[in-house]
Protein backbone atom coordinates (compact mmCIF):
# COMPACT_ATOMS: atom_id res chain seq x y z
CA UNK A 1 0.00 0.00 0.00
CA UNK A 2 1.43 3.23 -1.02
CA UNK A 3 1.69 5.61 1.77
CA UNK A 4 1.78 9.99 1.09
CA UNK A 5 3.75 11.80 3.53
CA UNK A 6 3.43 15.74 3.62
CA UNK A 7 6.46 17.72 4.87
CA UNK A 8 5.62 21.23 5.28
CA UNK A 9 9.14 23.41 5.18
CA UNK A 10 12.36 22.49 3.48
CA UNK A 11 14.75 24.91 6.01
CA UNK A 12 18.18 24.58 8.02
CA UNK A 13 16.72 21.68 10.14
CA UNK A 14 15.15 20.20 7.51
CA UNK A 15 17.95 18.63 5.34
CA UNK A 16 18.55 15.17 6.78
CA UNK A 17 14.88 14.79 7.37
CA UNK A 18 14.70 14.68 3.15
CA UNK A 19 17.45 12.81 3.05
CA UNK A 20 15.83 10.48 5.62
CA UNK A 21 12.49 10.00 4.08
CA UNK A 22 13.79 9.61 0.69
CA UNK A 23 16.46 7.05 1.47
CA UNK A 24 13.41 5.53 3.02
CA UNK A 25 11.11 5.73 0.48
CA UNK A 26 11.23 2.54 -1.82
CA UNK A 27 11.82 0.28 0.45
CA UNK A 28 8.54 1.42 2.41
CA UNK A 29 6.57 2.42 -0.36
CA UNK A 30 6.20 6.21 0.35
CA UNK A 31 5.30 9.05 -2.05
CA UNK A 32 7.17 12.43 -0.38
CA UNK A 33 5.68 16.33 -1.04
CA UNK A 34 7.82 18.54 0.36
CA UNK A 35 6.27 22.24 0.10
CA UNK A 36 8.42 25.54 1.02
CA UNK A 37 8.46 29.09 -0.09
CA UNK A 38 11.42 28.52 -2.30
CA UNK A 39 10.70 26.20 -4.74
CA UNK A 40 14.70 26.23 -6.05
CA UNK A 41 15.58 24.97 -2.30
CA UNK A 42 13.02 22.09 -2.03
CA UNK A 43 14.71 21.12 -5.87
CA UNK A 44 18.25 21.42 -4.67
CA UNK A 45 17.47 19.34 -1.25
CA UNK A 46 15.45 16.36 -3.41
CA UNK A 47 17.46 16.36 -6.23
CA UNK A 48 16.21 14.24 -8.95
CA UNK A 49 14.65 11.80 -6.63
CA UNK A 50 11.16 9.47 -8.22
CA UNK A 51 10.07 9.57 -4.63
CA UNK A 52 9.66 13.14 -4.56
CA UNK A 53 7.65 15.89 -5.31
CA UNK A 54 8.59 19.75 -4.81
CA UNK A 55 6.07 21.96 -4.74
CA UNK A 56 5.58 25.83 -3.29
CA UNK A 57 2.28 27.50 -2.18
CA UNK A 58 1.33 29.84 0.67
CA UNK A 59 0.48 28.16 3.62
CA UNK A 60 -2.60 31.14 4.22
CA UNK A 61 -3.40 29.80 1.08
CA UNK A 62 -6.40 27.42 2.94
CA UNK A 63 -8.18 25.55 -0.13
CA UNK A 64 -4.56 24.66 -1.22
CA UNK A 65 -3.19 23.38 1.98
CA UNK A 66 -6.15 21.54 2.88
CA UNK A 67 -6.10 19.76 -0.50
CA UNK A 68 -2.35 18.76 0.06
CA UNK A 69 -3.31 17.68 3.99
CA UNK A 70 -6.30 15.46 2.65
CA UNK A 71 -4.17 13.79 -0.16
CA UNK A 72 -1.46 12.72 3.05
CA UNK A 73 -1.28 10.01 5.27
CA UNK A 74 0.93 11.88 7.42
CA UNK A 75 1.67 15.38 7.97
CA UNK A 76 5.58 16.70 9.50
CA UNK A 77 5.45 20.18 10.50
CA UNK A 78 8.97 22.04 10.41
CA UNK A 79 7.28 25.47 9.57
CA UNK A 80 8.29 28.70 12.15
CA UNK A 81 6.47 27.31 15.20
CA UNK A 82 3.68 30.60 14.79
CA UNK A 83 2.46 28.19 11.63
CA UNK A 84 2.15 25.19 13.27
CA UNK A 85 -1.45 25.90 14.27
CA UNK A 86 -2.52 26.80 10.39
CA UNK A 87 -1.46 23.05 9.78
CA UNK A 88 -2.74 21.55 12.80
CA UNK A 89 -6.53 23.18 11.93
CA UNK A 90 -6.02 21.86 8.53
CA UNK A 91 -4.81 17.90 9.95
CA UNK A 92 -7.59 18.05 12.53
CA UNK A 93 -10.05 19.16 9.70
CA UNK A 94 -8.51 16.43 7.16
CA UNK A 95 -8.62 13.55 9.94
CA UNK A 96 -4.62 13.26 9.65
CA UNK A 97 -2.01 12.56 11.86
CA UNK A 98 0.79 15.05 12.10
CA UNK A 99 4.00 15.36 13.88
CA UNK A 100 6.65 18.70 14.54
CA UNK A 101 9.46 19.72 16.47
CA UNK A 102 8.02 22.39 18.62
CA UNK A 103 6.56 22.63 21.93
CA UNK A 104 2.66 22.07 22.72
CA UNK A 105 0.78 25.30 23.43
CA UNK A 106 -2.81 26.01 24.65
CA UNK A 107 -3.97 25.70 21.22
CA UNK A 108 -2.74 22.19 20.48
CA UNK A 109 -3.79 21.36 23.92
CA UNK A 110 -7.48 22.73 23.31
CA UNK A 111 -7.62 20.06 20.49
CA UNK A 112 -6.81 16.62 22.30
CA UNK A 113 -10.30 15.71 22.92
CA UNK A 114 -11.37 16.13 19.08
CA UNK A 115 -7.52 14.22 18.13
CA UNK A 116 -8.94 11.19 20.38
CA UNK A 117 -12.40 11.15 19.14
CA UNK A 118 -10.97 11.01 15.19
CA UNK A 119 -8.84 8.80 16.09
CA UNK A 120 -5.41 11.08 15.04
CA UNK A 121 -2.34 11.55 16.35
CA UNK A 122 -0.91 15.08 16.76
CA UNK A 123 2.79 14.23 18.27
CA UNK A 124 5.03 17.31 19.06
CA UNK A 125 8.38 17.73 20.67
CA UNK A 126 9.84 15.33 18.54
CA UNK A 127 13.15 16.33 17.41
CA UNK A 128 16.04 17.39 20.09
CA UNK A 129 15.45 19.72 22.56
CA UNK A 130 12.29 18.95 22.64
CA UNK A 131 12.13 15.67 21.54
CA UNK A 132 15.80 13.09 21.89
CA UNK A 133 16.03 14.79 26.08
CA UNK A 134 12.13 13.84 26.53
CA UNK A 135 12.40 10.30 25.09
CA UNK A 136 16.46 9.76 26.62
CA UNK A 137 15.89 11.01 30.02
CA UNK A 138 12.39 8.78 30.32
CA UNK A 139 14.09 5.73 29.27
CA UNK A 140 16.51 6.13 32.54
CA UNK A 141 13.67 7.00 34.53
CA UNK A 142 11.33 4.09 33.52
CA UNK A 143 14.79 2.04 34.00
CA UNK A 144 14.94 3.48 37.77
CA UNK A 145 11.45 3.21 39.15
CA UNK A 146 11.66 -0.79 37.44
CA UNK A 147 14.15 -0.78 40.26
CA UNK A 148 12.40 0.74 42.83
CA UNK A 149 14.25 4.18 42.23
CA UNK A 150 13.26 7.16 43.76
CA UNK A 151 14.16 10.51 41.71
CA UNK A 152 15.83 13.18 43.93
CA UNK A 153 16.98 15.19 41.53
CA UNK A 154 17.23 16.09 37.72
CA UNK A 155 19.11 17.95 35.21
CA UNK A 156 18.70 18.24 31.42
CA UNK A 157 21.20 20.12 29.92
CA UNK A 158 21.16 20.61 26.01
CA UNK A 159 22.66 23.04 23.60
CA UNK A 160 23.79 23.63 20.11
CA UNK A 161 27.64 24.45 19.31
CA UNK A 162 29.84 25.01 17.47
CA UNK A 163 32.76 22.32 17.07
CA UNK A 164 35.78 22.87 19.10
CA UNK A 165 37.87 22.68 15.91
CA UNK A 166 35.85 25.42 13.79
CA UNK A 167 35.19 28.02 17.19
CA UNK A 168 37.22 30.89 15.57
CA UNK A 169 35.32 34.14 17.08
CA UNK A 170 35.22 35.70 20.70
CA UNK A 171 31.54 34.53 20.70
CA UNK A 172 32.55 30.58 21.09
CA UNK A 173 28.76 30.87 19.10
CA UNK A 174 27.96 29.81 15.22
CA UNK A 175 24.70 29.41 14.23
CA UNK A 176 22.77 25.97 13.19
CA UNK A 177 19.16 26.50 13.50
CA UNK A 178 16.52 29.11 13.37
CA UNK A 179 18.73 32.90 13.76
CA UNK A 180 15.05 34.09 15.02
CA UNK A 181 15.29 31.84 18.10
CA UNK A 182 19.01 32.72 18.87
CA UNK A 183 18.22 36.29 19.33
CA UNK A 184 14.88 35.73 21.52
CA UNK A 185 16.26 32.88 23.48
CA UNK A 186 15.27 33.16 27.10
CA UNK A 187 12.96 35.36 26.66
CA UNK A 188 9.93 33.78 27.61
CA UNK A 189 12.14 33.47 31.24
CA UNK A 190 12.44 30.46 33.27
CA UNK A 191 10.40 28.01 36.22
CA UNK A 192 12.08 25.29 37.75
CA UNK A 193 12.56 23.40 40.98
CA UNK A 194 15.71 23.39 42.94
CA UNK A 195 16.33 22.37 46.68
CA UNK A 196 12.56 22.08 47.25
CA UNK A 197 12.68 25.32 46.11
CA UNK A 198 10.25 27.15 42.93
CA UNK A 199 12.53 29.41 41.42
CA UNK A 200 11.46 32.12 38.87
CA UNK A 201 13.83 33.88 36.71
CA UNK A 202 12.56 37.06 34.53
CA UNK A 203 14.26 37.17 30.85
CA UNK A 204 16.94 40.24 32.18
CA UNK A 205 18.45 37.60 34.79
CA UNK A 206 18.71 34.60 32.82
CA UNK A 207 22.32 34.85 31.46
CA UNK A 208 23.01 36.66 34.36
CA UNK A 209 25.57 34.56 36.37
CA UNK A 210 25.11 31.60 34.79
CA UNK A 211 26.65 28.12 36.37
CA UNK A 212 28.99 26.07 34.35
CA UNK A 213 28.74 22.30 33.53
CA UNK A 214 32.01 20.31 32.69
CA UNK A 215 31.97 17.58 29.88
CA UNK A 216 35.38 15.49 29.11
CA UNK A 217 36.99 16.51 26.24
CA UNK A 218 35.44 19.68 25.69
CA UNK A 219 35.81 23.51 26.75
CA UNK A 220 33.74 24.51 30.10
CA UNK A 221 30.64 25.11 29.04
CA UNK A 222 27.74 27.14 30.90
CA UNK A 223 24.12 26.95 31.37
CA UNK A 224 20.59 28.68 31.50
CA UNK A 225 17.18 27.72 32.57
CA UNK A 226 15.01 26.72 29.75
CA UNK A 227 11.65 27.92 30.10
CA UNK A 228 9.16 26.51 32.06
CA UNK A 229 10.26 23.26 33.71
CA UNK A 230 7.82 22.27 36.09
CA UNK A 231 4.78 20.94 33.38
CA UNK A 232 7.08 18.72 32.38
CA UNK A 233 7.48 16.99 36.81
CA UNK A 234 4.11 15.49 35.99
CA UNK A 235 4.96 14.32 32.34
CA UNK A 236 7.66 12.87 33.83
CA UNK A 237 5.97 11.17 36.46
CA UNK A 238 8.75 12.76 38.70
CA UNK A 239 6.50 14.83 41.65
CA UNK A 240 9.26 13.47 44.43
CA UNK A 241 11.74 15.31 43.07
CA UNK A 242 13.39 18.01 45.05
CA UNK A 243 15.05 19.24 41.83
CA UNK A 244 13.91 19.77 38.29
CA UNK A 245 15.65 21.90 35.64
CA UNK A 246 15.86 21.78 31.89
CA UNK A 247 18.81 24.31 30.49
CA UNK A 248 20.32 25.63 27.44
CA UNK A 249 23.85 25.22 26.74
CA UNK A 250 26.53 27.71 25.73
CA UNK A 251 30.28 28.37 26.29
CA UNK A 252 30.72 31.16 29.25
CA UNK A 253 31.88 34.11 26.99
CA UNK A 254 28.52 33.82 25.26
CA UNK A 255 26.21 33.96 28.31
CA UNK A 256 28.23 36.83 29.59
CA UNK A 257 28.34 38.65 26.53
CA UNK A 258 24.25 37.90 25.87
CA UNK A 259 23.52 39.34 29.51
CA UNK A 260 24.46 42.80 28.44
CA UNK A 261 22.71 42.71 25.11
CA UNK A 262 19.90 41.78 26.76
CA UNK A 263 20.38 44.33 29.28
CA UNK A 264 21.12 46.77 27.11
CA UNK A 265 17.82 46.24 25.18
CA UNK A 266 19.50 45.36 22.24
CA UNK A 267 17.13 41.98 21.23
CA UNK A 268 13.59 43.97 22.03
CA UNK A 269 10.97 43.16 19.05
CA UNK A 270 8.20 45.27 20.54
CA UNK A 271 9.33 48.76 20.39
CA UNK A 272 9.59 50.30 16.90
CA UNK A 273 12.60 51.72 15.95
CA UNK A 274 13.23 54.50 13.25
CA UNK A 275 16.20 53.48 10.78
CA UNK A 276 16.59 56.50 9.15
CA UNK A 277 19.56 57.51 9.21
CA UNK A 278 20.73 55.13 12.15
CA UNK A 279 23.90 53.34 12.11
CA UNK A 280 25.01 50.86 14.09
CA UNK A 281 27.02 52.69 16.55
CA UNK A 282 23.92 55.16 17.00
CA UNK A 283 21.48 52.12 18.07
CA UNK A 284 23.97 50.24 20.44
CA UNK A 285 24.60 53.12 22.03
CA UNK A 286 22.82 51.87 25.31
CA UNK A 287 25.47 48.89 24.95
CA UNK A 288 28.49 51.45 26.04
CA UNK A 289 27.96 51.54 29.58
CA UNK A 290 28.58 47.62 29.48
CA UNK A 291 31.79 47.86 27.57
CA UNK A 292 35.57 47.11 29.15
CA UNK A 293 38.62 45.37 27.93
CA UNK A 294 37.17 42.10 29.28
CA UNK A 295 34.39 41.81 26.24
CA UNK A 296 35.33 44.67 23.76
CA UNK A 297 36.40 42.49 21.14
CA UNK A 298 33.27 40.34 21.23
CA UNK A 299 30.92 43.42 20.68
CA UNK A 300 33.36 44.81 17.97
CA UNK A 301 33.09 41.48 16.31
CA UNK A 302 29.56 41.89 15.58
CA UNK A 303 30.41 45.28 14.30
CA UNK A 304 28.35 47.17 16.62
CA UNK A 305 30.21 50.25 16.66
CA UNK A 306 30.65 50.95 13.03
CA UNK A 307 29.05 53.98 11.10
CA UNK A 308 27.39 51.48 8.79
CA UNK A 309 23.55 52.22 8.40
CA UNK A 310 21.69 49.80 9.75
CA UNK A 311 18.53 47.72 7.44
CA UNK A 312 16.34 49.96 6.38
CA UNK A 313 13.95 46.99 6.79
CA UNK A 314 14.28 47.01 10.45
CA UNK A 315 11.18 47.64 12.47
CA UNK A 316 12.67 46.47 15.84
CA UNK A 317 16.00 45.96 17.90
CA UNK A 318 15.64 42.53 17.39
CA UNK A 319 15.36 42.85 13.75
CA UNK A 320 18.76 44.87 13.19
CA UNK A 321 20.37 42.38 16.32
CA UNK A 322 19.35 39.36 14.08
CA UNK A 323 21.41 41.05 10.56
CA UNK A 324 24.48 41.12 12.52
CA UNK A 325 24.26 37.11 13.91
CA UNK A 326 23.30 35.78 10.71
CA UNK A 327 26.07 37.48 9.15
CA UNK A 328 28.94 37.71 11.66
CA UNK A 329 28.38 33.98 13.13
CA UNK A 330 27.61 32.02 9.95
CA UNK A 331 28.53 28.83 9.83
CA UNK A 332 31.42 28.47 6.91
CA UNK A 333 31.09 25.98 4.52
CA UNK A 334 33.22 23.55 5.76
CA UNK A 335 31.86 24.30 9.69
CA UNK A 336 30.95 21.79 11.80
CA UNK A 337 28.18 22.60 15.02
CA UNK A 338 28.03 20.43 17.76
CA UNK A 339 25.60 19.14 19.96
CA UNK A 340 25.42 18.40 23.32
CA UNK A 341 23.15 16.82 25.91
CA UNK A 342 23.76 16.00 29.59
CA UNK A 343 21.79 14.45 31.83
CA UNK A 344 22.19 14.37 35.68
CA UNK A 345 20.38 12.85 38.02
CA UNK A 346 20.61 11.58 41.24
CA UNK A 347 18.07 8.99 42.88
CA UNK A 348 17.53 6.67 45.70
CA UNK A 349 17.00 2.79 46.30
CA UNK A 350 16.46 1.92 49.23
CA UNK A 351 18.98 3.38 51.97
CA UNK A 352 21.08 4.03 49.12
CA UNK A 353 21.88 7.03 46.84
CA UNK A 354 23.39 6.74 43.32
CA UNK A 355 24.12 9.32 40.42
CA UNK A 356 23.84 9.13 37.07
CA UNK A 357 25.19 11.15 34.14
CA UNK A 358 23.77 10.42 30.52
CA UNK A 359 26.30 12.84 27.83
CA UNK A 360 25.67 12.73 24.33
CA UNK A 361 27.75 14.56 21.70
CA UNK A 362 26.95 14.70 17.58
CA UNK A 363 29.21 16.81 15.23
CA UNK A 364 27.75 17.77 11.74
CA UNK A 365 29.94 17.21 8.75
CA UNK A 366 29.55 20.52 7.61
CA UNK A 367 27.44 23.55 7.61
CA UNK A 368 24.70 21.60 5.76
CA UNK A 369 24.65 18.17 6.98
CA UNK A 370 24.77 19.64 10.21
CA UNK A 371 24.09 17.88 13.78
CA UNK A 372 21.25 20.37 14.60
CA UNK A 373 19.57 19.05 11.54
CA UNK A 374 20.74 15.47 11.73
CA UNK A 375 19.51 15.03 15.68
CA UNK A 376 15.65 17.75 14.78
CA UNK A 377 14.96 15.88 11.56
CA UNK A 378 16.03 11.96 12.22
CA UNK A 379 13.42 11.31 15.50
CA UNK A 380 10.61 13.09 13.03
CA UNK A 381 11.14 10.57 10.08
CA UNK A 382 11.62 7.54 12.47
CA UNK A 383 8.41 8.54 14.05
CA UNK A 384 6.55 9.04 11.01
CA UNK A 385 7.87 5.34 9.76
CA UNK A 386 6.71 3.79 12.91
CA UNK A 387 3.18 5.21 12.50
CA UNK A 388 2.73 4.51 8.94
CA UNK A 389 3.64 1.00 10.02
CA UNK A 390 1.33 1.13 13.07
CA UNK A 391 4.46 0.35 15.21
CA UNK A 392 3.14 3.54 16.97
CA UNK A 393 -0.59 3.11 17.73
CA UNK A 394 -2.13 6.19 19.56
CA UNK A 395 -4.39 8.79 19.43
CA UNK A 396 -4.45 12.15 21.10
CA UNK A 397 -1.67 14.55 21.84
CA UNK A 398 0.96 13.26 22.73
CA UNK A 399 4.87 13.96 23.51
CA UNK A 400 7.37 11.12 23.55
CA UNK A 401 7.74 10.22 27.10
CA UNK A 402 5.57 6.81 26.82
CA UNK A 403 7.94 3.91 26.25
CA UNK A 404 5.93 2.83 22.95
CA UNK A 405 7.13 5.70 21.26
CA UNK A 406 10.52 6.58 22.36
CA UNK A 407 11.93 3.29 22.99
CA UNK A 408 11.85 1.88 19.34
CA UNK A 409 12.79 5.91 18.40
CA UNK A 410 16.01 5.52 20.21
CA UNK A 411 17.10 2.19 18.85
CA UNK A 412 17.13 3.80 15.74
CA UNK A 413 18.45 6.84 16.56
CA UNK A 414 21.38 4.78 17.90
CA UNK A 415 21.96 3.07 13.99
CA UNK A 416 22.67 6.57 12.90
CA UNK A 417 25.49 7.35 15.58
CA UNK A 418 23.03 9.12 18.39
CA UNK A 419 24.26 7.07 21.38
CA UNK A 420 24.11 8.52 24.96
CA UNK A 421 27.61 7.21 26.78
CA UNK A 422 25.90 6.79 30.57
CA UNK A 423 27.63 6.02 33.96
CA UNK A 424 26.26 5.37 37.32
CA UNK A 425 28.25 5.59 40.50
CA UNK A 426 26.81 5.51 44.46
CA UNK A 427 27.08 8.39 46.23
CA UNK A 428 28.53 8.06 49.56
Same mark, same amino acid.
Not at 130 to 153: L, V
Not at 367 to 375: E, F, L, V
Given at each position: MMHKILLLGAGKSATLLIDYLISNAEKENWIVTIVDADIHLVKMKTGNSPHAVAASFDIHNGEELYRQVSAADIVISMLPPTLHLIAARACLACGRHML?? @?? =????????????????? $??? %?? /?????????? @?? /???? +???? +????? &? +???? @??CGGLVAPEDDDNPWHYKISWNPRNIIRAGSAGALY???????? #????????? %??????????? /??????? +? @???? *?? $???VDEARTFVRTTLRYESFCRGWDLIVRAGLTDEKIAVDTRHLTYRQWSAPLLPFIDDSNRKQFEFLDLFTDTPVPASAKTAADILQELVERKLQLKKGDKDMIVMVHEFTYALGEKKYGVSSTLVV #????????? /??????????????? *???????? !?? $?? &?? =?? #?? *?????????? $?????????? !?? *??
Open positions: TA @SY =VDEHFRAMQTSLEEKGI $LFL %CE /MGLDPGIDHM @SA /MRII +DTIK +DKGGR &I +DSFY @SHKEQGQIIR #KDYPAIFHE %CKTLAVEGLPL /MAWYPNR +D @SLEY *IP $LYG #KGEDSIKTA /MAKTVGLPLGIAAKL *ILRGTIRK !SG $LY &IP =VD #KE *IYGPVLEELE $LHGITFRETT !SP *IP
